[in-house]
């Protein structure tokens, strides 16, 4: 099982990027979430999607990113507007192989990681 991440970088305050997450080697993965964890800090919750495609974003990121997911592709994407210097964070997707009936939003809850992508916003 691999999650391959794309993406990230470096963008001013204001700007967009956009993440990406394929999955390898797996039969079914029912959720899809990305997690990020800031320098000194835990990692949090960022947003997540169910195989039907209900998503459930943070509170703080809510209006401004946006979680989706090609199931043909295997992919799921982070799709992140209107950057804030407190967005910057190494960035992980996630995939969950158990059928729940709500949005993981624990990291435990978890099986599989990408590798992790590093944004960083700044002027």
């Known amino acids: 099982v691999q999650l391959v991440q794309s993406g990230g970088g470096l963008v001013q305050p204001g700007g967009s990027l956009r993440l990406s997450c394929v999955t390898s080697?797996?039969?079914?993965?029912?959720?899809m979430g990305w997690f990020r964890q800031a320098p000194g800090k835990e990692r949090e919750f960022v947003a997540g999607i169910r195989w039907v495609s209900n998503t459930y974003v943070a509170d703080s990121v809510k209006g401004r990113f946006t979680i989706s997911r090609d199931n043909a592709k295997n992919t799921v994407y982070l799709q992140m507007n209107s950057l804030k210097p407190e967005d910057t964070a190494v960035y992980f997707c996630?995939?969950?192989?158990?059928?729940?009936?709500?949005?993981?939003?624990?990291?435990?809850?978890?099986?599989?990681w990408g590798q992790g992508t590093t944004v960083t916003v700044s002027s």
């Open positions: 080697g797996v039969f079914r993965m029912y959720g």
């Open positions: 996630a995939a969950d192989s158990v059928s729940r009936n709500r949005v993981p939003t624990a990291g435990s809850e978890y099986a599989y």
